[in-house]
């Protein structure tokens, strides 16, 4: 098999400070995001604070007649409605993507800059992302090893093969359709999931995959593309993440490895 390969030893195991590492005990952190509308782009603002860290988020000031909401994923926080939202003691279930809308009876809602807000220990590994070049033909494929070192229940892993979307960074031969298998330590398909009772208003795979993605900080993917995102629990083993081409064809692969905080 012609292989483009490289090899990311992704430990994720539990946290410990670094060789010669102080740990800097919870405290308070302040944050005032800009207006998120104008000439320029405001890109948004990514964050890690240690798990108990007092948090306060600043909204841009509103104008008069305009009041304030804030979001977390895109849904709005109940009682939520003044300038600075507060978060006691945060843990990872508060990460994610934050934002203070303007609004008024006869306007349009104003978005701030968005955060993308982490919880956890400062030194611990969020992500790998690697782009490489698939070349053309059906033995062509790209792989990435990964190690998950826990002692404790399993990760909550997300791997995305990136390849049409990559045409909004500017790439000039993003891969049209990419296939991705995750195989575990023995070459066989790696295919655990989660279980969504089916209960109505309850919590579907796809509001968790949107939610965890944002709780990473990961770009977003345009809806309709072919790109390819999974979220499985992992434990402890060692796994490949393979991605080939579904037409043969060759481009641009953006292979990410997540943790969900």
């Known amino acids: 098999m012609k292989t483009v390969q490289f090899i990311a030893l992704l430990v994720l195991a539990l946290a410990r400070p670094l060789h010669g590492q102080a740990v800097r005990p919870p405290g308070e952190t302040t944050l005032l995001l800009e207006v998120g509308s104008g000439i320029r782009p405001i890109s948004p603002s990514r964050v890690t604070v240690p798990t108990g860290e007092r948090v306060q988020l600043v909204g841009p000031e509103a104008r008069a007649g305009f009041g304030y909401i ?3 994923n895109n849904r709005a926080l109940p009682g939520a409605t003044d300038r600075s939202l507060v978060l006691n ?3 990872a279930a508060e990460a994610g993507s934050y934002a203070c809308l303007h609004s008024s009876p006869t306007a349009l809602p104003v978005p701030s800059q968005s955060l993308v807000l982490g919880v956890g220990p400062v030194d ?5 992302s690697t782009r490489a070049e698939l070349g053309a033909g059906t033995e062509a494929a790209v792989t990435a090893g990964f190690v998950v070192a826990s002692p404790g229940p399993a990760k909550k892993i997300i791997v995305r093969a ?9 790439v000039a031969n993003p891969l049209r359709a990419p296939v991705l298998r995750v195989l575990d330590a023995s070459g066989r398909p790696y295919e655990n999931g989660y279980v969504y009772p089916a209960v109505v208003g309850g919590l579907t795979y796809e509001q968790d995959l949107a939610d965890s993605l944002a709780r990473c900080g990961a770009f977003p993917i345009p ?11 992992f434990p402890a083993g060692l796994y490949t993440a393979q991605v080939t081409s579904a037409d043969s064809g060759s481009g641009s692969v953006l292979v990410e490895i997540y943790e969900v905080p």
């Not at 611990?124 to 790998?128: A, E, F, H, K, S």
């Not at 809806?223 to 999974?230: A, C, L, M, P, Q």
């Open 70 to 72: 804030w979001t977390r």
């Open 89 to 91: 003691s945060v843990t």
């Open 124 to 128: 611990r590994l969020l992500n790998i």
């Open 162 to 170: 990136v390849g049409p979307a990559l045409a909004q960074f500017g």
């Open 223 to 233: 809806r309709g593309t072919r790109d390819v995102v999974v979220m499985m629990p």
